[in-house]
């Protein structure tokens, strides 16, 4: 089936450097990205939604200019968070959906820590 | 280590008939459970969590699920299915003291007129 790797699977950073975050679509081309962040015994929260070549869709909330999303190719999107503060610490997953059939592949998630 | 296993890649029902979605993770402890539903090109939407008490779980749409510890299962049913519930179904486990969480690969719910 396919595949979407997402890297780094943990990272620690310092509070105000910028972390970014890669997935991939290894074996497909996907044309719609989601990601999302998790928070402790709570349910997923969509953060946006990118398409290849366009801007993201940022959920009401989310800080566009702290999460910065790239979608530049078929094959990668990146979300970087930039300036990070420590209730940034998070478990982020994205999801890939092709142009096939539009079914949705997860990363593994990055497990953020800001310290 | 943490798993989830949808054995269903695919499901076809018709409309108005009863159904069941599997599920089983494996996890040491109690887990955090979910039934989310992706329609094409949108994002997911949470049916229904379980974290603990009735293991007999009500969620939107009409669905519901029953976490079953002696099976490691946490299946997500309807009693009759309507046109727009098809889709795509995921399971996810997470770690009741963490937020990291676990998908399994999804069902896709096809429904006949």
């Known amino acids: 089936g396919a595949v979407v790797s997402q890297h780094p699977s943990r990272v620690i950073c310092k509070s105000g450097t910028s972390v970014k975050i890669e997935c991939r679509s290894l074996?497909?081309?996907?044309?719609?990205m989601f990601w999302y962040r998790q928070f402790p015994k709570q349910s997923l929260m969509l953060m946006a939604t990118s398409n290849e070549g366009s801007k993201a869709t940022y959920e009401q909330g989310v800080e566009k200019d702290k999460f910065l999303i790239n979608h530049a190719s078929l094959t990668l999107s990146t979300l970087t968070v930039t300036s990070a503060h420590p209730e940034d610490s998070s478990f982020y997953i994205c999801?890939?959906?092709?142009?096939?059939?539009?079914?949705?592949?997860f990363g593994q998630g990055t497990r953020l820590t800001v310290v | 280590a943490q798993s989830v296993t949808q054995p269903d890649i695919h499901i076809t029902v018709s409309e108005g008939a009863s159904l069941e979605l599997r599920c089983n993770y494996s996890y040491g402890a109690t887990p955090y459970l979910f039934w989310y539903v992706q329609s094409p090109g949108q994002g997911l939407q949470l049916l229904l969590k379980y974290f603990s008490g009735d293991t007999l779980v009500q969620g939107i749409k009409g669905f519901e699920a029953e976490f079953k510890r002696s099976q490691s299962s946490f299946n997500l049913r309807k009693p009759s299915v309507h046109w727009s519930d098809a889709a795509e179904y995921f399971c996810?486990?997470?770690?009741?003291?963490?937020?990291?969480?676990?998908f399994g690969k999804g069902t896709r719910l096809h429904i006949l007129p």
């Open positions: 999801s890939a959906t092709g142009t096939a059939d539009l079914e949705a592949f």
């Open positions: 996810a486990v997470g770690d009741g003291g963490d937020d990291k969480i676990i």
């Open positions: 074996d497909f081309q996907a044309t719609t």
